[in-house]
């Protein structure tokens, strides 16, 4: 079955730098956009980043763009979710997700990973 | 602020049927774009409960329904259960923002 599984997170200084892994199983990977969303804590669902599945596209939010880069390596069945210049607002849970293909209007994400907590603080 | 405005709580007793209400803009919803709704049971991911504003996930009880009016989606939920305690979020995209967007989060007490 579908699986995804986050690594990667854990306690950064502002200014700090930490790279996300996600493990993607189940499913050809190359087949699929992939997402990046986060969840501060006690707080709602935050989009963050997307690439499709070839790797030639990205997009951002404008409150990571400029210090975050998704990439992908299909070959080994990973995402990846590179993050520079942290800062406190950035502390939040981080999920990975894969998109839902019957959400032709819309994105959906239709499979998410456990996630993997992202703390920044001196 | 989120862009599509959802109430912070519901509540209902068992057995009950409840609706959770996302009201967007003409910048996402009112711009044709569809509206997904999730489940996040406490200390989990967030699951796919809803997209494209009616159609469930294969294993999604029928239980489980939506429908659009204007600019705003609506989740009801009937014959509630306790197993259905949890956050739902709402999602679209906007415009204005290019961007992937989703609601507050809605906090279902099931009493």
């Known amino acids: 079955q579908v699986q995804l599984v986050e690594s990667g997170g854990g306690l950064v200084k502002p200014g700090g730098s930490l790279r996300l892994s996600c493990a993607a199983s189940?499913?050809?990977?190359?087949?699929?956009?992939m997402t990046w969303i986060r969840q501060a804590p006690g707080k709602g669902l935050e989009w963050v980043s997307y690439?499709?599945?070839?790797?030639?596209?990205?997009n951002y939010a404008d409150s990571v763009k400029g210090r975050f880069i998704i990439s992908r390596d299909n070959a080994k069945n990973l995402v990846y979710l590179q993050m520079d210049s942290l800062r406190a607002e950035d502390t939040a849970m981080y999920y990975c997700t894969r998109e839902g293909r019957d959400c032709i209007n819309t994105s959906c994400y239709e499979s998410w990973g456990q996630g993997t907590l992202v703390t920044v603080s001196s | 602020q989120s862009v599509l405005t959802q109430p912070p709580s519901v509540s209902g007793a068992p057995g009950q049927r409840v609706t959770i209400s996302c009201t967007g803009s003409s910048s996402n919803i009112g711009a044709g774009y569809h509206v997904h709704w999730y489940q996040q049971l406490p200390g989990t991911a967030p699951k796919l409960l809803i997209f494209g504003y009616t159609n469930r996930p294969s294993g999604v009880p029928d239980r489980f329904s939506g429908s659009k009016s204007g600019t705003s989606a609506s989740l009801a939920i009937s014959g509630l259960q306790a197993e259905d305690e949890a956050d739902y979020h709402c999602?679209?995209?906007?415009?204005?923002?290019?961007?992937?967007?989703f609601g507050g989060g809605t906090k279902l007490t099931v009493l």
């Open positions: 189940g499913f050809r990977l190359s087949d699929y956009y």
């Open positions: 690439i499709t599945n070839s790797g030639n596209s990205m």
């Open positions: 999602q679209s995209y906007d415009t204005r923002l290019s961007a992937w967007v």
